[in-house]
């Protein structure tokens, strides 16, 4: 008995660039808005560990270097995050450009040739889209290792926070009736940084699938 496979209609090629750039266009609003919201979220924790230490004076004097890394972290993850924004924009519009030109390609080449032959200037115009969408795609992959530049550099931060966060829970660790409280602002903080990192891997994962 044999079977009938259908086979998935194969996606258009100007479809799938406009699945590409709304799917990063999704990707990014979704990753800016949660990021901003994690970011304000860190700052008021690393702000609490400071007020902590100011209210409890000499005794927790060494986690007070701790509690500045974290504001001094904090503002590292704005810029970082700053610097991301500013490379997505480059990158976002290419691939509008490029999705303009490949769309007036593809309606100049259905037309008939009858069309084309009395019209020589539609020859002269899909050359110069084409030349355009390799200049494009040239300036694309400029913008996507700035991307990943800027990205890599996200990480950075990230890391180097991670590290501060590991040893403000050793230092609270080592206090005394004040620990408890340092033990949960170290804690907060290192969730808070966690979630950053997770929503940083989401998002570069997604972006790998689509940089040129």
């Known amino acids: ?87 997505i924009h480059p990158l976002m519009l290419g691939f509008m450009q490029t999705l303009r030109d490949t769309s007036h390609i593809d309606k100049l080449a259905a037309l008939p040739d009858a069309v084309r032959r009395q019209a020589p200037a539609l020859a002269a115009a899909m050359q110069r889209h084409r030349v355009e969408l390799e200049h494009r795609a040239e300036q694309s992959q400029h913008a996507g290792a700035r991307l990943r530049q800027a990205l890599a550099r996200f990480e950075s931060v990230v890391s180097e926070l991670e590290y501060v966060v590991v040893n403000g829970r050793i230092e609270a660790a080592l206090k005394g009736d004040a620990r408890a409280q340092l033990a949960q602002v170290s804690a907060d903080m290192d969730n808070a940084v966690a979630q950053v990192r997770d929503l940083l891997r989401q998002y570069v994962e997604h972006i790998e699938k689509v940089l040129p």
């Open 1 to 87: 008995m044999s079977t009938t496979t259908v086979s998935e209609p194969v996606a258009h090629p100007v479809e799938r660039l406009r699945q590409s750039f709304l799917g990063v266009a999704d990707a990014t609003f979704s990753f800016q808005g949660q990021l901003q919201r994690r970011l304000r979220e860190i700052d008021r924790k690393a702000l609490n560990a400071q007020v902590l230490v100011k209210r409890h004076g000499k005794e927790l004097a060494g986690y007070g270097v701790v509690a500045q890394s974290f504001r001094e972290g904090a503002q590292q993850l704005q810029d970082a995050a700053t610097n991301v924004q500013k490379a």
